[in-house]
């Protein structure tokens, strides 16, 4: 019998790849925020219409790309943050599979606009279907601006799945939240259809949470503050007398990275104990510091879930810890403005 096994081309690996990273819109925005947070920007636009279908652009003010990093940026497994798998366990970055951006030019027609603060010129680059198309000097500020237009126009399939706007729009503002959340120093911008949605100046955690959940949040947080050997976890839980009946505001934040955790939720509301009415759930914004060689977030493509050596750990400090500081809220209530 003769050969049959072949390399798949790497226009249709890398749509095999997006298949996996880019779900919906909202997928797309959680890329290139990241990719600006990790580019050291200070200063994020997003830029959207008809709920991301037709365009996501994210200007950034960060340290931009070089002439061949911008070409090479929207390579399969092309990265700047890490070099070896020793590295996939000291991680301080959001991203590190170099697969994003390659994903993403397989399935959209993108447009790239870059410069580093030592070049007088930038570049201007564009791809679709992952072919580049043109690249050309271009005049443009410092930092990056990355648009996504037509998502999934190969893809009818994928396309025709999308939901409606409200839905779709939806789980943008969801990503852009928890970015937000995560990043409090950095100054946001979310304009969709040429309306201002979110504009959120640089602030501590506190402004942060009642600039994008309104003035009422404020009087209902109670501060979070721990440190220990394996674990510092500062941040805020709801008294227990706003707990909704919907599911509430709930945030973890594990090394600036938001994950979902469905153990490490229980310990929260464990610690709440019979203060929550039967059905009724707390609301948190909780910042987890552990050692980066604690962790592993190579478990899944989106690396909202993360693997933990010592989940049990963490789960008595943070049980504990929330019951502490409830406990005492209930007997001083305090307002502290400045944390
Ligand atoms: P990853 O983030 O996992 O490295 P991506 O495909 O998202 O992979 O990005 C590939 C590379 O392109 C990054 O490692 C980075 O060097 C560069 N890059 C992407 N976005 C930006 C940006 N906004 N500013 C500067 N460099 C960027
Ligand atoms: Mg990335």
């Not at 003769?2 to 996996?20: C, F, K, R, T």
């Not at 570049?123 to 648009?147: C, L, R, V």
């Not at 510092?232 to 973890?252: A, I, L, N, P």
Request: aromatic share 8%; glycine share 6%.
């Amino acid at each position: 019998m003769s050969d049959i096994i072949q390399l798949l081309p790497d226009h249709v690996a890398n749509q095999i790849a997006a298949g996996e990273v880019v779900q919906r819109p909202a997928s797309v925005v959680k890329e290139l925020l990241e990719n600006a947070i990790d580019a050291g920007a200070t200063n994020i636009k997003l830029l959207l219409k008809d709920a991301g279908k037709t365009l996501i652009q994210v200007i950034d003010n960060g340290k931009g790309m070089s002439t061949t990093d911008a070409r090479l940026c929207f390579e399969r497994h092309a990265t700047s943050k890490i070099r070896s798998a020793q590295d996939l366990f000291n991680l301080h970055t959001k991203g590190f599979r170099g697969e994003a951006l390659a994903s993403i030019a397989a399935i959209a027609h993108v447009e790239l606009k870059t410069k580093t603060e030592e070049d007088e010129l930038g570049n201007h680059i564009k791809i679709e279907g992952s072919k580049i198309g043109s690249q050309d000097f271009a005049a443009t500020p410092t930092g990056t601006s990355i648009a996504v237009k037509n998502l999934f126009y190969n893809i009818p399939a994928r396309r025709n799945f999308l939901k409606s706007d409200a839905v779709e729009t939806r789980h943008i503002i969801d990503e852009f939240q928890r970015v937000a959340l995560a990043h409090p120093e950095i100054s946001f911008l979310l304009h969709h259809n040429g309306n201002e949605v979110y504009h959120l100046q640089s602030d501590n955690l506190r402004k942060r949470i009642v600039s994008i959940f309104g003035a009422k949040m404020n009087e209902k947080l109670v501060p979070i503050d721990e440190q220990t050997d394996i674990l510092s976890m500062v941040g805020f839980v709801t008294k227990h007398e706003y707990s909704k009946k919907k599911r509430g505001e709930q945030f973890f934040f594990v090394n600036d990275r938001f994950i979902k955790s469905a153990y490490l939720n229980h310990a929260v509301v464990a610690a709440f104990d019979g203060l929550l009415e039967q059905g009724s759930h707390p609301s948190y914004f909780l910042y987890l510091t552990v050692p980066t060689k604690s962790i592993d977030i190579n478990i899944h493509p989106t690396k909202t879930e993360i693997k933990f050596d010592n989940e049990k750990d963490l789960y008595a400090i943070i049980r504990a810890t929330i019951k502490h500081s409830l406990g005492q809220y209930n007997v001083a209530p305090v307002l502290d403005f400045n944390r």
